[in-house]
């Protein structure tokens, strides 16, 4: 429970479904077990219009494969996120595929189970910084793993 409490915690740095949705207990069977929402945001920067996931980038997403093992009856939707730089579309569909590029790698890589993902690519509609700075940009331009 202390990981999931951790990881909770750093829910606060994810976008804004982080900010509007704190970490939430649902009644279970077991009140000693209550579930909880964690947010686990993904330091991974990819290539420009790229979706491969590059070799320094692993252990960002062990630590989501890890969360999910010790808790198996967990889901977790990798969500897609950027800036406002390109057309909405092209976003749209780049950070589909990111996703999906980590989907794929806690699958293929890491051995979860791939009922338990889902894969959501928001583009721009969700920023947490100001696009006006290239600071803001970055920020935005991420890979948020939203795990139930």
Known sequence: MAVARKLAE????????GA??????????????????????????????RADILPEYDLDIVKVADFMKAHPTSTAVIEGHTDNVGTEEHNLQLFQQRAESVVYYLVDKLGIDRSRL???????????????????????????????
């Open 20 to 49: 509007a949705a704190p970490p939430v207990v649902a009644e279970t069977p077991a009140p000693e077990t209550p579930l909880v929402k964690v947010c686990i945001p993904l330091n991974i920067n990819f290539e420009i219009n």
């Open 10 to 17: 750093e829910a606060e740095q994810c976008g804004p479904q």
């Open 118 to 148: 889902e894969a959501k690519g928001y583009g721009m509609s969700r920023p947490i910084a100001d696009n006006a700075t290239e600071e803001g940009k970055q920020k935005n331009r991420r890979i948020e793993a939203i795990i139930d």
